[in-house]
């Protein structure tokens, strides 16, 4: 297949509800493929990493989005958006992002695995109470994410229903397609979630409080390091990003180890695997997909040149499945050596609340399937049309009844594999 006709695939309802297929049509052309007169997709993993590290290449700026979006600055989404580190390159994105910083140390990230760990065993008491089948995405997916996030940003537990929503309206904007009546469901989207958090930060200033709210209203404040508009672009993308992205997570996680019932037995058995697990299932199903990047020198990748100005995805998505790096790409094997995902990014713009998303799902799924051991699919899961993100909207399940964790005896660690 024409690499213009497997991307324009790509982009369609089909292509993104199973992108897998179409990016073996275009890793068939090479690690880097030119699909127009300046446009290239990337497949490949070593090519992805250096890319998005390549200081040659940034996300795209004000004057490039008058170039390709006329009228742009009329949305509320993309506005939004573009005043955020998510899509500003440095000098700009380097001090959002070293102001935005202070709540993702390490040393805070680890204390939070207990409260994780305490919302995670309330949100099972809560499935395990409900009628079945139990919509896993609306019951512990979202939830848990959300609260994490809405703690850290300080936002009050009673609004936090509120989110799904306007989240998942303006994260349309960050598709590399959108059609004119989703971009108005992702402006209303963006105007509710500026109004909220104008709210907030008006509340903050009044009394301040320990989260991270306070600490960039303190920010704008105390000098002219964060704009006005930077204040409110960053909270939205903070709070979109910091649930949107493990809500993914969660869902495709679970399906991938429900499908391998022998590696969920071994995880049951040890939850000390869990870091290499959540490694592998960011590998294997991605929540996030691609990212995309302009050039500004010439550069030359996968023995294709490319041009200034060319613009580039990125198919994260596609590069963790690339079989020069993982052997057997498309096999679920938590055992591979040096799993490294390229989930969230590598470089400047690697997410900041990468740590986070890990530690929310290594809490997790352990204990998912020690508290539910006859969890199951329970009905046909609704995937999102959507590429970038990639996760479902429904996912049915029977909880079954507690019990004591089940006993593999004699499953040695290669046995973890997927079932014939």
């Known amino acids: 297949m024409d690499p213009t006709d497997a991307l324009a695939l790509l982009m369609s309802p089909e ?9 073996e049509r275009l890793r068939a052309h090479g690690p880097v493929v030119q699909a127009g007169p300046v446009f290239y997709v990337v497949t490949g993993y070593a090519e992805a990493d250096a890319i998005l590290r390549d200081a040659r290449f940034g996300v795209m700026d004000d004057a490039l989005r008058d170039q390709f979006m006329p009228g742009w600055r009329e949305s509320p989404a993309v506005l939004s958006i573009s005043r955020s580190m998510l899509r500003t390159n ?4 380097s001090r959002m992002r070293r102001l935005a910083a202070g709540a993702f140390t390490p040393r805070r990230i680890a204390a939070m695995r207990d409260v994780v ?4 065993d309330e949100l099972v008491d809560a499935m395990l109470a409900a009628d079945e089948p139990v919509d896993f995405m ?4 979202y939830p848990l994410p959300v609260g994490v996030i809405c703690a850290l940003l300080g936002v009050p537990a009673a609004d936090r229903p509120l989110f799904r929503r306007w989240a998942t309206d303006l994260t349309g904007v960050l598709e590399p397609e959108i059609t004119a009546d989703e971009l108005a469901v992702a402006d209303r989207g963006a105007t509710e979630l500026r109004g909220y958090f104008t709210e907030l930060v008006a ?11 306070t600490a960039l209203v303190q920010a704008h404040d105390g000098g002219d390091r964060l704009s006005g508009d930077e204040l409110l672009a960053n909270l939205i993308v903070l709070l979109v990003a910091g649930f949107e992205t493990t809500t993914n997570l969660l869902g495709n996680g ?10 969920a037995a071994a995880l049951r058995e040890r939850p000390d695997l869990a870091p290499a697990y959540v490694d592998e299932l960011l590998r294997y199903d991605s929540p996030v997909q691609l990212t995309s990047r302009m050039s500004t020198a010439p550069s030359r990748y996968g023995d294709v040149d490319l041009p200034p100005e060319s613009w580039v995805i990125v198919l994260l998505g596609a590069a963790n499945r690339d079989p020069r790096r993982y052997p057997d790409p498309a096999r679920f094997d938590p055992w591979r050596a040096q799993i490294a995902p390229l989930s969230f990014g590598a470089g ?5 609340g990468a740590a986070l998303a890990r530690l929310e799902a290594q809490v997790a799924f352990p204990l998912l399937l020690r508290r539910l051991p006859g969890l ?11 590429l970038t993100l990639r996760g479902h909207a429904t996912l049915p399940v029977s909880v079954g009844r507690e019990a004591a964790p089940v006993t593999v005896p004699g499953t040695p660690p290669g046995a973890a594999g997927p079932t014939p």
């Open 15 to 23: 292509g993104r509800l199973d992108p897998y297929p179409t990016y």
């Open 90 to 93: 440095p000098p700009d994105h």
């Open 117 to 120: 760990r305490a919302q995670a």
């Open 138 to 141: 609306a019951a512990f997916a």
């Open 203 to 213: 509340a903050r200033r009044r009394a301040p409080a320990d989260d991270l709210t």
């Open 254 to 263: 679970l399906v991938a180890l429900l499908e391998h019932p022998r590696a």
């Open 348 to 352: 400047p713009h690697y997410c900041l």
């Open 376 to 386: 199951a699919v329970a009905g046909r899961p609704e995937r999102r049309v959507r």
